[in-house]
């Protein structure tokens, strides 16, 4: 019955939790084969931000992206609380398939009027939308574009902001990551019912049997 508890113990905390879409406050802890799955970026506090560019990138090790693995530039929108600036009306969302099997996603937007960028109030950028057809279960790989990275004041000529370098390095720290699939509910309940089997075997094994 202890082999039986411990296992039961072991496997509810292996088992994630299920949705049809995974939301966290960053990024994916995991993904549900052709389901969509939607995420929050952020960006850090900074100062005097007049327009930013972002472009996040998604591949793989196996299946193709644009078709097994890519991300939903039609239901990518805006952050709906919290968002930037005051207005979204010049957002601007577009997504592509970049040598290297790279699905890219770009974000960008600008305001004629400074803001200052602060956690918990004007800190979200957009809720980001990812799908992956039902047959694939490879990991992605999620990173940040360094290279096309803007946050600039909204002075004329084209100036970084003053917190440019650590806005970065958080940027890169919040979206690179690995993103593996997570079982069915469905085959968690295999499992579940596999682990009680197994158990009750185990304990029936070990019951001296009197004749």
Do not use: K
Not at 29 to 34: K, T, V
Not at 106 to 130: H, K, P, Q, R, Y
Not at 151 to 169: C, F, G, H, K, M
């Amino acid at each position: 019955m202890r082999m039986l508890s411990l296992c039961l113990c072991t496997l509810y905390f292996a088992i994630p939790s299920y949705a049809s879409s995974l939301e966290s406050a960053s990024l994916l802890s995991g993904y549900l084969p052709g389901q969509p799955q939607s995420f929050i970026f952020s960006l850090p506090p900074v100062t005097d931000l007049g327009s930013y560019n972002v472009e996040l990138l998604l591949t793989s090790p196996t299946g193709v992206a644009g078709t097994d693995f890519y991300f939903d530039a039609l239901a990518t929108t805006p952050a709906a609380n919290n968002y930037i600036f005051s207005s979204a009306e010049n957002f601007f969302v577009s997504a592509n398939v970049v040598p290297g099997n790279i699905h890219s996603l770009t974000l960008s937007d600008f305001s004629s009027a400074g803001v200052d960028v602060v956690t918990g109030a004007n800190d979200e950028v957009a809720s980001i939308v990812l799908r992956t057809s039902a047959s694939f279960n490879g990991v992605l790989s999620l990173s940040l574009g360094v290279d096309t990275f803007q946050l600039d004041t909204p002075a004329s000529t084209p100036t970084s902001v003053s917190e440019y370098a650590s806005a970065l390095a958080a940027a890169v720290a919040e979206v690179n990551s690995e993103v593996s699939p997570v079982p069915e509910p469905g085959t968690a309940g295999i499992c579940i019912a596999s682990t009680l089997l197994v158990g009750y075997r185990l304990r029936r094994s070990r019951t001296p049997q009197w004749h």
